[in-house]
């Protein structure tokens, strides 16, 4: 029987789905609310993870491609102490393939390979339970239903209101992210301190983090813990003396108040923002670590929408293995609710484990005892 069958977002998790599934010839509406596939940037690298995100792309005859566009050298992880000091320098064997790196951009362009997206298709609510199977509401006003509809839409999914009233709530912990363009030749500096892979400096509460992507392009994240609306009253907030609000729109404004932020770091590790062409304030969220919900028959959610968690490597390599399983199960055939139902007791049960790390993992990443995130490398990676 041909199931009438809609994912929602077209993120890695939505197009691995999507993929697979055509992969087993079946046909999927894949709706996404930005208007083109470069409408926005993609953001920065991803480390695929054997048994997760590189299992999913071997699910969906994906693995050579993958191979030929992911960066094994970007696995390399270099700690700093706050005064510049090297304290672990962890480069990958030459057959290391444990974690590769691929930017965001390009693997999105490997995901879309065939598919036919709709481009522009914002959805504004999932109602299950009609006669024809679940509606969903579009931002222009029409209306479609579907046997399955599956929210893979990230942390402020429009689906997931249709069976969890689960809201994402913020961890006490925020970030600053900016970009460096051209660095091997602009700044040869700042390419030596990153390496081929990525650098973090971790203080008291406050974190610092570059990585690479393609093309000379690193990633910069200035993490550190405060009110959500720390911006507002920077001595208040954050004991910054003399500092009042932030506007966190003008780019020269934040790139002059982060060094006071880090103040007494090395300079070279401050020039990471003093290069930084653009600056985006991203608060972390997290939905409850042991997010479920009463199985409603025609709408179901997966990657973000489902386990929101902290940004420590999980989340897409969760959503991309989730959309290639539940592919995989509906291609095999049998009662699509029945499908459905046990695709979410796997993904509860595996996503809470994940949830639990990561939470542990991003208190000890960004804590009052720099000690604790040298552990979590050393746990992860042995010197």
Known sequence: MRHRIAVIGAGPGGLTFARVLHRHGLAVTVLERDSARDARPSGGTLDLHTGLGQLALEKAGLSAEFEALSRPEGQAMRILNTDGTVLRDWRPRPDEQANPEIDRG?????????????????????????????????????????????????????????????????????????????????????????????????????????????????????????????????????????????????????????????DGWAASVLDLFRYGSAFVHRPFYVLPVAHTWVHTPGVTLLGDAAHLMPPLGAGANLAMLEGAELAESIAAGGDLDEIVRAFEERMWARAGTWARLTADGLERLVSPDPAQALAVFDEVQPS
Do not use: M
Request: hydrophobic share 40%; glycine share 10%; aromatic share 6%.
């Open 106 to 262: 390009h693997l999105r362009d490997l995901l879309l390979g065939p598919l036919d997206v709709q481009w522009g298709r914002g959805v504004t609510e999932v109602v299950p339970g009609s006669p024809d199977g679940a509606l969903v509401h579009f931002a222009d006003g029409r209306q479609e239903t579907f046997d399955l509809v599956v929210g893979a839409d990230g942390a402020w999914s429009r689906v997931r209101p249709a069976i969890s009233s689960a809201t994402p709530r913020y961890t006490g912990i925020t970030s600053i992210e900016t970009s460096v363009d051209d660095v091997d030749t602009q700044h040869p500096d700042l390419a030596r301190l990153i390496g081929e892979g990525s650098v973090a400096v971790y203080g008291a509460n406050r974190a610092v983090v570059a990585q690479r992507n393609s093309g000379g392009h690193v990633k910069v994240y200035a993490k550190f813990r405060a009110p959500l609306d720390w911006h507002t009253d920077l001595e208040r907030n954050l004991g910054l003396s003399g500092r009042a609000s932030l506007d966190l729109a003008d780019a020269e404004a934040v790139r002059s108040s982060l060094p006071a932020l880090f």
